[in-house]
């Protein structure tokens, strides 16, 4: 009667078509070792192609993000300049390539971008106007080429005239070039007389897409 009665079930239920079988008998399911272990390596060897990718891709990002954040800096402090209808000084300090500051403040004198204490510090309105290379992970100033008024071997400045926007001296220009740690990348940002910035590739060998050559 028992062999009769799983028989019966098992027809009817292939008439309602929900036939349920069983595993067989020794028989696993899921992974083994081996599969796991080939899916790792796998795994691994993929991870190992795209980690040169990713890692250029981060650099470019960085320099992009800080030769973008100057020029915007030098187009805020013309504009400042011609807003508040006053002469406005940016002025850059250097000690190496990976110490250094760039600020403005209103006048037509140097300010001090590194001291925060200092009586003339970096700012507007008592709000610091700087950036500072400790900001910068991964890129160093590399080169900086100028003819702008160098009160000593270290630093440089340049004044906005409000009228126009200009430099109040007509030949000051210059710029400024990042590289990436790495050596890969390189963006320049420049600076002219007429006060337009523009960022562009000094190096075509290290350009980064997206920006002419200078």
């Given at each position: 009667?028992?062999?009769?009665?799983?028989?019966?079930?098992?027809?009817?239920?292939?008439?309602?078509?929900?036939?349920?079988?069983?595993?067989?008998?020794?028989?696993?399911?899921?992974?083994?070792?081996?599969?796991?272990?080939?899916?790792?390596?796998?795994?691994?060897?993929?991870?190992?192609?795209?980690?040169?990718?990713?890692?250029?891709?981060?650099?470019?990002?960085?320099?992009?993000?800080?030769?973008?954040?100057?020029?915007?800096?030098?187009?805020?402090?013309?504009?400042?300049?011609?807003?508040?209808?006053?002469?406005?000084?940016?002025?850059?300090?250097?000690?190496?390539?990976?110490?250094?500051?760039?600020?403005?403040?209103?006048?037509?004198?140097?300010?001090?971008?590194?001291?925060?204490?200092?009586?003339?510090?970096?700012?507007?309105d008592n709000v610091a106007k700087t950036i500072v290379s400790t900001s910068v992970r991964n890129v160093q100033l590399s080169g900086i080429a100028d003819n702008l008024n160098q009160p000593n071997a270290s630093s440089a400045a340049f004044t906005y005239d409000p009228v126009r926007g200009l430099m109040v001296n007509p030949a000051d220009s210059g710029s400024f070039t990042f590289l990436t740690d790495n050596g890969k990348f390189s963006l320049q940002v420049e600076v002219s007389g007429t006060g337009r910035v523009d960022v562009c590739n000094p190096d075509s060998s290290k350009k980064v897409v997206g920006f002419d050559g200078c």
């Open positions: 009667m028992t062999a009769r009665k799983a028989l019966y079930t098992i027809v009817l239920n292939d008439r309602e078509g929900n036939t349920e079988r069983m595993p067989e008998p020794g028989r696993q399911t899921g992974f083994t070792i081996v599969e796991l272990l080939i899916t790792l390596v796998v795994v691994v060897l993929l991870l190992s192609l795209a980690a040169p990718s990713f890692s250029s891709l981060v650099q470019k990002r960085r320099i992009t993000s800080i030769s973008e954040q100057l020029a915007s800096f030098l187009v805020i402090a013309q504009s400042e300049s011609v807003k508040r209808n006053q002469q406005l000084t940016v002025t850059f300090d250097s000690n190496n390539a990976t110490d250094w500051c760039i600020g403005m403040a209103l006048g037509n004198a140097l300010c001090d971008c590194a001291n925060a204490a200092a009586a003339n510090y970096c700012e507007i």
